[in-house]
């Protein structure tokens, strides 16, 4: 990838060049098929190496060879996948679909593999069925309620829990304390009701929240911020001994503790922090003069790295103050990113977006080495004194940045549309998957993979993989056809291949023409695999075991 560094003096226009380091590159994306808007919101791994997406979807959906219907034209339905590492579909689960709006947002994942899910619904609406094979379902009279639900890696459901009130709630983001409890963060209006006892009212439109629920889902503890107009909660994340950081925006003013903290301009961002045992530390808050909405400036995501320093990234428009100083945005709104120690003294911080109309950081996460990974939706990005140019539209991008928050590598997906990026999720091998959505059916490209979305100018959902594995080639020469009862049909073909001649279990390639594997797995050779993401062309189908390699053209 270039950088181009652009430095100005007078009547000389210099542009320097410089390289990356080694950088990733996509090697596979998977999408959705529907004429509908559908959309994959978060993505997850566990313990195992499969990956999780969790979204949304208005019409009849095909992901994989399976076919998700919808009951009422329009109103949305959840859909839950699972994929190995390869890329390969393994199942998928529609919620909702009773002819009432569910919507999914977040999945968390723990160390013992237990699967949580967010979102909100209206009216009935299926959530899973349990181990005993009875279904499940929820009722939110009018409103858009909120409600969390526990499954196991094969989606069957152990519990799940509405969260009561008078009107709308929010979950907008779930995390795990160090003993492996649930906490979720949100907003509501009016009141709400987590169960066991606990409870909130709110002060006037729309107050914000934090609670704890245990693995069985009993709600133990929550925590709640008010202030005269409307206060929200995004994110919370927790260090190795407890401590917990919350980040979000309020417009007006908030109580956070025994103070009262006032906007700048009609939403100001915010970050609190507190000890173990849940007492306030310290909080920063920030914004600018921008009177639009609640968020205007916002902080949306907070992490704590191994040093129990904690990043905090958001959006802001035009101007973001911090006391004395301030970041000046490129474009009408940017992102920026915030380091603190554990005291609320900050050590670093830096915009990061360009000249267009948003570009907005969506994900956040670290590895063990305090290495910064970010999904962002932008164009023209800068950072520091180096511009990375894209030229349509929004994009979905994927930035690395070391521990001296020094970018390594910004990686980009996209088409000649808009195209927006939702979250990622880390591999213990250096994988990066993404989730996100083409804003559009114009051929969508990640690095060599490409393909064209289905739909009528709609969303489309979309995971991709990143890694630094090298890709594999097999010597085609080496595998001949030696029987003719082996064919494959049909071919040509556009979706799917299956092999004809041959039961059982094998091993099986798919490799282009130049050898490069696209496809390694194990399963009945008789099934039908997917290859619709393949690119138009000439692929063999081998299988090394038998020594067979079959030829077909991918339309």
């Known amino acids: 990838m270039i950088k181009y560094l652009f430095l100005f003096t007078i009547n000389i226009f210099v542009v320097i060049y410089t390289f990356s380091q080694t950088e990733p590159s996509f090697v596979w994306a998977r999408h959705g098929k529907s004429i509908g808007v559908d959309k994959f919101q978060d993505v997850a791994l566990d313990q195992n190496g499969f990956v999780y997406t969790v979204g949304n979807f208005d019409e009849d959906l095909i992901i994989g060879t399976d076919t998700f219907p919808v009951v009422s034209s329009g109103n949305s339905c959840g859909i839950i996948t699972k994929w190995d590492s390869n890329g390969v579909y393994q199942w998928g689960m529609s919620l909702g679909n009773l002819g009432y ?15 949580y899910v967010s979102g909100r619904l209206a009216g009935t609406c299926y959530i899973g069925t349990n181990a005993q094979g009875v279904d499940t379902t929820l009722y939110s009279t009018g409103s858009l309620r909120s409600f969390i639900a526990k499954y196991n890696t094969d989606g069957v459901l ?3 829990r509405l969260l009561e ?3 709308d709630n929010w979950i907008w983001n779930l995390e795990f304390d160090p003993s492996n409890n649930l906490v979720i963060v949100g907003d509501y209006n009016a009141d709400v009701d987590f169960g066991n006892g606990h409870t909130l009212t709110a002060y006037h439109q729309l107050d914000c929240f934090a609670a704890w629920f245990d693995p069985s889902g009993v709600c133990f503890n929550h925590l709640g911020y008010h202030g005269h107009l409307e206060e929200r909660m995004y994110d919370i994340a927790f260090d190795s001994q407890g401590n917990y950081a919350i980040g979000g925006a309020f417009n007006d003013s908030i109580f956070i503790g025994s103070d009262t903290l006032l906007s700048n301009g009609t939403g100001d961002a915010f970050i609190s922090y507190y000890n173990s045992n849940g007492v306030l530390q310290w909080y920063d808050y920030f914004g600018g003069s921008q009177n639009s909405f609640i968020n205007s400036d916002m902080v949306t995501n907070v992490e704590f790295d191994s040093n129990d320093e904690i990043y905090a990234t958001g959006v802001y428009r035009d101007t973001l103050f911090f006391g004395q100083d301030s970041l000046i945005s490129r474009g009408n709104i940017d992102s920026y990113l915030i380091k603190y ?9 830096n915009t990061i977006g360009g000249s267009s109309s948003g570009d907005a950081i969506t994900g956040l996460q670290l590895d063990n080495s305090n290495n910064l990974y970010m999904t962002i939706t932008g164009n023209n990005i800068s950072y520091e004194d180096t511009t990375y140019y894209f030229f349509h539209g929004l994009d979905i991008l994927v930035l690395k940045m070391n521990a001296n928050l020094e970018i390594e590598w910004l990686k980009r997906g996209g ?3 808009s195209d927006y990026a939702s979250d990622l999720c880390l591999s213990p091998y250096g994988d990066v998957y993404v989730a996100c959505q083409p804003g559009d059916n114009d051929p969508i490209s990640f690095d060599t993979i490409s393909f064209s979305p289905v739909g009528n100018n709609w969303y489309s959902c979309v995971l991709a993989k990143l890694s630094f594995h090298a890709p594999r080639y097999v010597n085609i020469a080496e595998y001949k056809n030696t029987d003719q ?3 494959l049909y049909p071919n040509p073909t556009t979706d799917f291949i299956r092999m004809k001649g041959m039961e059982g279990q094998e091993t099986l390639f798919i490799v282009d023409q130049y050898g490069k594997v696209i496809l390694e797995k194990r399963q009945q050779v008789s099934q039908p695999i997917e290859i619709s ?11 090394p075991e038998k020594g067979v390699a079959l030829q077909f053209v991918k339309n």
């Open 341 to 349: 120690n554990a005291l609320g003294q900050k050590l670093n911080y």
């Open 485 to 487: 009862q082996y064919s």
């Open 533 to 543: 993401n393949l690119s138009k062309g000439l692929y063999y189908f081998i299988l």
């Open 158 to 160: 152990s519990w799940t």
């Open 415 to 417: 088409s000649n549309s």
């Open 101 to 115: 709006p569910i919507e999914l947002y977040r999945i968390l994942i723990s160390d013992q593999n237990e699967v």
């Open 165 to 167: 009130g008078t009107y």
